[in-house]
DNA sequence: TGAATACATGAATGAATGTTCATATATTTG
DNA sequence: CAAATATATGAACATTCATTCATGTATTCA
């Protein structure tokens, strides 16, 4: 049974790598990764998204464990949940490259 | 013009994370990180996978760029095109447990 | 209290992915 | 050459993902 704990570990592996694999999730990534904190108007801004779409990539994002969001007022404010998931970028870019 | 740069950038990290954001395909890389080369038998056995929809997957990867494919008789070994990829594994990997 | 701002939600639709099945192609072997 | 083996391909269909649009909710401020 080691062998379908394998396949298990790989689903749930994919089910993080499915809720990135965005060009506009990614780039909320990379944003947050500088910035701790950003609220949703300034990503729109940034990431000339528009407003709803955006909603719907952070609210999913957010609900498979990759942000947290923090109202403050009118604004609600995202961060990465785990910082580490920025690497994954580099190791893309470096897988890329190379 | 540079931000729309990095979006470029990230819409290509999006197009090769979407090509291994599976189980199946996770569990390819994972075998072949160990293996060096496997042909299609052999991963069909590990894997517990249907022979033409692991074709697929192979298919599709290869044409991705993620893996290499060499012809050997009745056999097609395929081999990881760039080792690092399995890095990826490891970071989600810790970033889902941090 | 009501208008404005910031964000979320839900339904609808189209596009991309995953899966199956039937069949095709390449190679080996008798 | 015919049968067997290993793999690929294509059509069809179901499922998931991305996008848009209209509308809802929470908060602030005049």
């Known amino acids: 049974m080691d062998q379908n704990n394998e396949i298990k570990q790989m689903e749930e ?3 993080t790598l499915k809720a ?5 999730r990614l780039c909320v990534i990379s944003l947050l990764s500088e910035e701790e904190e950003m609220n949703v108007s300034q990503l729109g801004e940034k ?3 528009e407003q709803s779409l955006l909603s719907h990539h952070l609210t999913d994002m957010r609900a ?3 942000l947290n969001c923090r109202r403050d007022g009118k604004n609600c404010f995202y961060s990465l949940k785990n910082k580490q998931i920025v690497q994954i970028l580099d190791c893309i870019r470096s897988c890329n490259c190379a």
Chains 1, 2 share one sequence.
Request: glycine share 14%.
């Open 13 to 15: 592996a994919a089910y």
């Open 20 to 24: 990135i694999s965005n060009g506009t």
């Open 47 to 49: 990431l000339n998204c």
């Open 64 to 66: 498979k464990g990759i």
